[in-house]
């Protein structure tokens, strides 16, 4: 079984500061791995996923992710964050073989004071 | 715009009633779930379908009756439902349900979910 552990459960920061959300998880195989953010009150919205090749992953609006398998991490990160960045990050991670099950971490509260 | 659509956005139905939640997709999109979210937590799956079949049930109450008719339509009948089924009800779409094929990125599609409440 695979689970997923996000570290920070709620991040209070100002507009300009810099942003790493931490996720680990735990499955011996090829995963594939997957950063979402839900703004209040909206939908589940994909930030930026990594299957294979750099592990350096772009995704939208500024974010990126970096895939260290020896460390089982997938990084989220912004260099600068705006107060419209003030959502709930998800981390998730699915193996590739097998049902689809996509398992969730607890989710980070990030809020961003201007 | 999310492009599973789910109705209804809102629904409050009584422990007695009987209630359907819909979602649509048309994306040719061969696998279909269903997840529950309570407040500032992940969600959590209930159902995949796969081919228009059930292939998981995450142990979830009868009370909860999926249904999928046809590969673009999956429903969620809600019967005696309690209080603390109170939640956002999300509905998604992939590519597949099973081993990942070429061009199939395995990425699930959300919709903008229906918010239950159970009084």
């Known amino acids: 079984a695979q689970s997923v552990s996000q570290h920070n459960h709620h991040v209070i920061l100002s507009e300009a500061a810099s942003l790493e959300l931490g996720c680990n998880y735990s499955y011996g195989g090829t995963v594939n791995l997957f950063w979402y953010v839900q703004y209040p009150g909206q939908h589940l919205q994909l930030l930026l996923k990594?299957?294979?090749?750099?592990?350096l992953v772009k995704g939208i609006k500024g974010f990126e992710a970096e895939f260290i398998k020896s460390k089982f991490s997938f990084n989220l990160r912004k260099p600068s964050v705006q107060w419209s960045d003030t959502a709930e990050y998800f981390c998730?991670?699915?193996?590739?073989?097998?049902?689809?099950?996509?398992?969730f971490g607890a989710g980070t509260t990030v809020t961003v004071r201007a | 715009d999310t492009e599973v659509t789910q109705t209804p956005k809102h629904l409050v139905m009584g422990m007695t009633n009987k209630k359907s939640l819909k979602c649509e997709q048309h994306m040719g999109h061969r696998a279909m779930y269903w997840y529950k979210q309570k407040a500032k937590k992940p969600p959590e799956l209930m159902f995949v379908?796969?081919?228009?079949?059930?292939?998981i049930n995450e142990s979830v109450p009868s009370r909860f009756s999926p249904e999928c008719p046809n590969s673009s339509l999956l429903n969620l009948h809600l019967h005696a439902l309690q209080p603390e089924d109170s939640a956002l009800y999300l509905c998604a779409s992939s590519q597949s349900a099973g081993t990942s094929g070429p061009g199939d990125t395995g990425e699930l599609f959300f919709g903008e979910g229906s918010r239950l409440t159970v009084l």
């Open positions: 990594y299957f294979s090749g750099d592990p």
């Open positions: 998730a991670v699915k193996s590739p073989a097998g049902p689809r099950k996509l398992s």
């Open positions: 379908y796969s081919y228009e079949k059930l292939s």
